[in-house]
């Protein structure tokens, strides 16, 4: 499953950076997740700093 984005995310960037299968873009005011290329390994969760990543 699909890690997600809420709309707490401030857009900072630090997910997409820490993402290793490049899963993660900016969208419209905020990060989205690929769901087909997001292996669910938490690490973009882990760098979020308003912890705004969730399953």
């Known amino acids: ?3 997600k984005i809420s709309d707490e995310c401030i857009n900072c ?3 997409e950076a ?3 299968a490049g899963a993660i873009s900016e969208g419209d ?3 989205v ?3 087909e290329l997001c ?3 938490g690490t973009c969760a882990g760098a979020c700093p308003v912890s705004a990543i969730s399953e």
């Open 1 to 3: 499953m699909a890690y």
């Open 13 to 15: 960037g630090a997910c």
């Open 18 to 20: 820490e993402c290793p």
């Open 29 to 31: 005011g905020k990060r």
């Open 33 to 35: 997740i690929a769901e």
């Open 39 to 41: 292996v669910s390994c």
